[in-house]
């Protein structure tokens, strides 16, 4: 009978096509994250030096020997943590493509590609959690105290990322359905 309204279902209502917009979602807002960063470089390079230096934060003999006052240690910083969010949305938006490819069929080269989309987005969203959950909510946030900080706290933000990369982890590794589920009311 040709494509059905439960074909288009299939695909369009599959944890796949959830997977694959998480992953295209994501991936832009990652590249967005990054160009921003590179387009508004003294505003974010002065928040990645403020939660370094500790300025801002409580105060403590027993913890302010961790800050880091060196403007050229600060940059690597900044630097760092572009490239990641580069790296980070460029894996998810390959994801994204190689998702498209498996759900539409188109090309064949995609064919059988799924094992690769999942593998791409669990690096990816790996490597989301790794900045956020590591770098900024370990790290800045309890290392440096980024959460007491007056001028610069990203603890929400962080949160917020390691979140949906959270979500898509679980996503991409949920087992494939066995079938279609029985409906109890018919």
Same mark, same amino acid.
């Given at each position: 009978?040709? @494509?059905? &309204?439960?074909?288009?279902?299939?695909?369009? &209502?599959?944890?796949?096509?959830?997977?694959?917009?998480?992953? *295209?979602?994501?991936? @832009?807002?990652?590249?967005?994250?990054?160009?921003? /960063?590179?387009?508004?470089?003294?505003?974010?390079? $002065?928040?990645?030096?403020?939660?370094?230096?500790?300025? #801002? *934060?409580? $105060? /403590?003999?027993? *913890?302010?020997?961790?800050?880091?006052?060196? %403007?050229?240690?600060?940059?690597?910083?900044?630097?760092?943590?572009?490239?990641?969010?580069?790296?980070?949305?460029?894996?998810?938006?390959?994801?994204?493509?190689?998702?498209?490819?498996?759900?539409? &069929?188109?090309?064949?080269?995609?064919?059988?590609? #799924?094992?690769?989309?999942?593998?791409? #987005?669990?690096?990816?969203?790996?490597?989301?959690?790794?900045?956020?959950?590591? %770098?900024?909510?370990?790290?800045?946030?309890?290392?440096?105290?980024?959460?007491?900080?007056?001028?610069?706290?990203?603890? &929400?933000?962080?949160?917020? /990322? @390691?979140?949906?990369?959270?979500? %898509?982890?679980?996503?991409? $590794?949920?087992?494939?359905?066995?079938?279609?589920? #029985?409906?109890? /009311?018919?």
């Amino acid at each position: 009978m040709g @494509f059905s &309204g439960t074909k288009f279902l299939d695909v369009v &209502g599959s944890r796949r096509m959830a997977v694959a917009l998480l992953a *295209t979602i994501t991936g @832009f807002y990652y590249l967005f994250v990054a160009v921003t /960063n590179c387009a508004d470089t003294e505003t974010n390079r $002065h928040a990645v030096a403020a939660v370094l230096s500790m300025r #801002s *934060t409580i $105060h /403590n003999p027993g *913890t302010d020997w961790r800050a880091i006052t060196n %403007g050229g240690v600060a940059l690597v910083a900044y630097i760092l943590i572009v490239i990641w969010e580069y790296l980070t949305a460029f894996v998810l938006l390959a994801a994204a493509a190689v998702w498209g490819g498996v759900l539409t &069929g188109f090309p064949r080269r995609f064919a059988g590609r #799924s094992a690769v989309a999942v593998k791409l #987005s669990s690096l990816g969203w790996t490597m989301a959690m790794l900045l956020f959950a590591g %770098g900024f909510l370990t790290i800045a946030g309890e290392w440096f105290r980024m959460w007491a900080n007056d001028q610069v706290d990203a603890s &929400g933000a962080a949160l917020q /990322n @390691f979140l949906i990369a959270a979500v %898509g982890l679980i996503l991409v $590794h949920l087992p494939e359905s066995v079938g279609p589920r #029985s409906d109890p /009311n018919p």
